[in-house]
């Protein structure tokens, strides 16, 4: 049982790259999230999903997009990267059955340049 | 915006010492939680105590929650220095998510 993985670890890219951002979750959850988090100001939801096939905005859209195609995986894409979206990237699940409780992924560190 | 204020910002203590960190909110709540973050890792979930509850214990942890204030504290009793982390309290409004404050950076001196 693996939890919460994201692909990858550690990224840079250089402005205007696209690039993917992978999260997937073994637990059967319905509830998936994406986060940035920045130095001094916490997580900050981009997008989230409640279930497989949909997707919703969150606090701070703008600049990416998710897909959620298969119950397990939840992307999230950059199109056009800009210096920006420099930031730590966290997935989290939960199940629909919790008090709201989310399990987190170990992280993706993206460069812009 | 963010709903959660933490207070500290941060906190440094001596291990044996119990360390307290209070998170202040904007809106009524269904609960709300306290996460914990080791450096270069991902967010771990510590404690959930809901609205209609005002206290609540998890081996050295304890969470109050004071709804007609819109404030919550954690407090870590006999502090460890495996306790070194920042602390995150996350709010429950509905709308399916949790609204992250901004942590606390605690640092217990062995």
């Known amino acids: 049982n693996a939890g919460v993985t994201q692909t990858p670890k550690f990224r840079v890219l250089k402005t205007g790259q696209s690039m993917t951002l992978l999260c997937a979750q073994d637990m059967n959850h319905e509830y998936m999230y994406w986060y940035r988090q920045d130095p001094g100001m916490g997580l900050r939801l981009i997008h989230y999903s409640v279930g497989e096939g949909t997707t919703a905005k969150g606090e701070v859209p703008d600049g990416y997009n998710v897909s959620r195609l298969k119950k397990q995986n939840f992307l999230l894409g950059l199109e056009s990267a800009a210096p920006s979206q420099t930031s730590v990237y966290f997935c989290a699940s939960r199940s629909g059955n919790s008090y709201n409780e989310q399990f987190f992924g170990p992280g993706t560190r993206l460069t812009v340049l | 915006s963010q709903q959660g204020e933490e207070d500290p910002q941060a906190l440094s203590i001596q291990e044996g010492e119990n360390a307290t960190m209070n998170c202040s909110y904007k809106t009524s709540i269904n609960n709300l939680q306290w996460y914990r973050q080791n450096s270069g890792r991902g967010l771990v979930h510590l404690i959930l105590?809901?609205?209609?509850?005002r206290e609540k214990h998890s081996g050295r942890l304890r969470v109050t929650l004071d709804t007609s204030k819109k404030s919550s504290s954690l407090l870590i009793t006999a502090s460890r220095a495996a306790d070194t982390a920042s602390y995150f309290c996350a709010t429950d409004a509905g709308g399916n998510k949790l609204v992250f404050g901004a942590g606390t950076i605690l640092r217990v001196k062995s």
């Open positions: 105590i809901r609205s209609n509850e």
